[in-house]
């Protein structure tokens, strides 16, 4: 080869590798910052309370039993809830020294409660206390109930006495900055114990929803339980429109059944949360099924999942 056609070589040569290295380096830059651009998004990403999505998920203990409720605690943690309940106060010290939060602290027993003058005592007891320990954790809200029916008993005197009782604790809540809500639950599902309550008395959510209005108070707001509202009323999303204001906590279940929140039952859970989510609710949305797999955890992650919308 010449010298001039050697050194013509060598400059097309030395071309050919200054574009391969510049369009190298562009691709370098345009990938750093996606990388960047990516980076910022998941730090401004929405996280739900700092965990998952922007639903604020929690979990009923006692749906889990036998398992202990550290165990349980220690599986939410993993699976990215914000939250449990419905476990001993005892447990509290140490699920909430792992980093979840008491979203409902219980009170008296949906058996017992102030639709009998016979129990605003140990209604109002009940309920003071579990004001208390709300304080103490940090929890938002304490359960009531309306009560059983009982004979001699009518509806009206129902209303009048479950008023009272409740309208006589509410100072006591709205000085500490908690909530009471009331829980709706079926009266239809004779089939266990704890997936339905025959005898009931707030067992309709317009009737539910109507006493709450009726005390009046910022700090008294219904728990909307999807399952028993399916049960009993149906029509989940437009009364989720339609309650939505006075809705201060809600449950989930699967029907028929009480069970996950699969394929198998009617509801449609994405749906249905983003129902809630659209109202601009901030407050927490609670597993409350009964597993029937034999991996329950499973189910619970499977059911966060779904919610997570």
Known sequence: MKRREFMASNVLLAGAAALASKDTMAQE?????????GQKAEQERPKSSQIGG???QSVMGWCFNPMDPITLARHCKRIGLEAIEGIPSSAYDQVTSMG???????????KTGPLDPANHAEVETKLREGIDLAVKYGAPNVITFTGMKKKGISDQAARRNCLQCWKRVLPYAEERNIGIVLEHLNSKDDSHPMKGHPGYWGDDVELCADLVQEVDSPSFQLL????HVQIMNGDLIRNIRRYHRIVGHYHTAGNPGRGELDDSQE????????????TGYQGF?????IPTSDDPIAALEQAYQVCDV
Do not use: C, W
Not at 285 to 289: D, G, P, R, S, T
């Open 100 to 110: 979840l939060k008491i979203s409902l602290v219980g009170s008296h027993s949906f």
């Open 224 to 227: 909307f339980d999807i399952y």
């Open 54 to 56: 922007r639903v604020r």
């Open 29 to 37: 830059h345009e990938g750093q910052k996606a990388e960047q651009e």
């Open 267 to 278: 509801i449609n859970y994405p749906a249905v949360i983003r129902a809630i989510m659209e």
């Open 285 to 289: 949305v609670a597993q409350e099924f």
